[in-house]
């Protein structure tokens, strides 16, 4: 049909790195595909080509049976990518007009009304009640990426794919995206949606195409297939390896962290101790101030009223909010990535030895992270996504501190990896370190917290325990 995308033989290299190796696929009018496989597994790169972004492949793009080198000049198909290219200063009508102008040729007041409409209209195909005229920047990371779908969809956009978008967004945000992304399968168009959420991919796909180094490995209707059989299908080879750990009872020790009355950021007052031994879960919606409070908790806000106390050694490291902005250094390797906030434990007169050890301890965790590829030496900035996060996460490891405070510890990460990381933390907790972890992520919580809070406003909620949060819906709280 017109529409449809047929991908033969698909194969990209970066340099000597091979990439992809003969993907074959076809996405038909109508079906909701989600795009799965490990951390650097490839998708982002396939959709980068088809995006037009990476060019120099071998095999043949096909949409509705004609030729193309990309689909990037088609109106019918559009990428929601995780830079979503709005402009925060404008409007949501300047914003969906961006890049139209031209196509039209109205007087000016006319011009206006008539875009409004448009944009309304735009809005309501994603189910977003906000005024035209609302300011991006005022909008939810959530009601942002509905804008750009939206965006799309007026556009004519008949084919959607949709690279790690709810990533970054609250639990309702996503559900929100999800949703809309469905409405627009249900009226025939085609989604193509890469998540590491089992929960999203099972609740909305009809089809799932998992790619495992390069390789198309699976290509089959969801139908019949659980969780546990998600998770088999994703992490094949050694599941049990991978399986979730139980929480150990641990008797939490000395305060590492109080917070008494602080205010700072855009929170305060709020109150939290975190013990050694401990795991504390904080969770809330965008905007609610949940990041300041680990910034605070972290230092790295100063508070302007309340005591901050630190006990142990007084050293804390963070895995911050926002990868993109505060995560590594894009031309340096991942040994000196892993390394650069853990100097310290590596100081040593003679140079080369410190440079030795510090090689040791980064390829330790290069392995233990399964950070991919595993030359410790290949650039920061040419990781996938998910890879990236490990690296960011590693370094707050290697720094070894008493106090840990975890911003969205398993962001774009895969199953695996996300397991290895609540393995690690349950490590952390066991060695009488203690953490704040601050997470949008559900899954997270239920996992590894031992107690855990909604921050809303501003303000630190009531604590559950890990033991009442089974007989609690947390997602009717937040
Ligand atoms: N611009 C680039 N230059 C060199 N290598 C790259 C580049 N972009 C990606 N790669 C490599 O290609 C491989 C596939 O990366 P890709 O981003 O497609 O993975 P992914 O499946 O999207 O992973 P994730 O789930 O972590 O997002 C990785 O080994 C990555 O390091
Ligand atoms: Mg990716």
């Known amino acids: 049909m017109a529409h449809d995308i047929e991908i033969r033989g698909l194969t990209k290299s970066f340099g000597s790195h091979a990439v992809l190796h003969g993907i074959d696929l076809r996405f038909g009018e109508g079906e909701f595909i989600g795009l799965m496989g490990p951390n650097g597994a490839g998708k982002s790169t396939l959709i980068k080509i088809l995006a037009g972004v990476y060019g120099g492949y071998a095999g043949e793009l096909r949409i509705g049976g004609a030729q193309v080198s990309s689909l990037a ?15 925060d200063d404008l409007s949501i009508v300047d914003n969906l007009r961006m890049g139209e102008a ?21 809005l309501e195909l994603v ?6 005229e609302t300011l991006v920047s005022a909008l939810s990371p959530g009601e942002k990426t509905l804008v750009a779908v939206g965006r799309l969809l007026a556009r004519g956009a008949r084919v959607l794919v949709v690279d790690e978008a709810t990533s970054t967004l609250s639990s309702g945000d996503a559900q929100r995206l999800i949703g809309s992304l469905k409405r627009t399968v249900d009226a025939g168009a085609t989604v193509i949606m890469v998540s590491h ?13 998992v790619i495992l180094d390069g390789r198309l490995v699976e290509d089959r209707p969801i139908g019949g297939l659980d969780r546990d059989g998600l998770v088999r299908l994703l992490v ?49 919606l965008a905007g609610s ?63 080369l030895l410190r440079g030795a050890a510090e090689r040791t301890d ?38 070894a501190p008493g106090l ?10 895969d199953v695996q990896t996300r397991r290895e990381i609540y393995r690690l933390i349950f490590e952390l907790r066991r060695s009488g370190a203690g953490v704040l972890m601050v997470t949008s992520d559900f899954e997270d919580l239920a996992a590894v917290a031992d107690r855990m809070a909604v921050v809303d406003d501003g303000r630190i909620g009531a604590f559950i325990s890990a033991d009442d949060l089974a007989n609690t819906d947390l997602e009717a709280f937040v």
């Open 73 to 87: 000049a088609r109106s019918d198909v559009g990428f929601i990518h995780q830079d979503l290219g709005l402009v």
């Open 102 to 122: 031209p196509l039209r040729r109205f007087g000016a007041l006319l011009d206006h009304r008539a875009e409004a409409r448009a944009a309304a209209q735009a």
């Open 127 to 132: 189910g977003l009640d906000r005024p035209v």
């Open 197 to 209: 959420k089992l929960s999203e991919i099972l609740a909305v796909c009809d089809r799932i195409v």
């Open 236 to 284: 094949a080879r050694d599941a049990e390896a991978h399986a979730l750990e139980e929480r150990e009872a641990i008797e939490p020790g000395e305060p590492l962290l109080e917070l008494d009355g602080v205010c700072g950021g855009r929170v305060g007052p709020v109150s939290l101790t975190v013990r050694a031994g401990e795991v504390v879960g904080l969770t809330g």
């Open 289 to 351: 101030g949940l990041h300041d409070v680990a910034l605070l908790a972290n230092g790295s806000i100063r508070p302007a009223d309340g005591r901050v106390r630190r006990g142990g050694d007084g050293r804390t490291a963070l895995v911050p909010p926002y990868r993109e902005r505060q995560g590594g250094f894009d031309d340096q390797s991942i040994v000196e990535n892993l390394a650069i906030s853990a100097l310290p434990r590596w100081r040593s007169a003679v140079r």
């Open 362 to 399: 980064a390829e330790a965790m290069v392995r233990r992270l399964a950070v991919s590829p595993r030359d410790p030496d290949r650039a920061y900035g040419d990781l996938s996504g998910g890879n990236k996060q490990k690296v960011v996460f590693g370094r707050a490891l290697l720094r």
């Open 404 to 413: 840990y405070v975890l911003c969205e510890p398993t962001r774009g990460v």
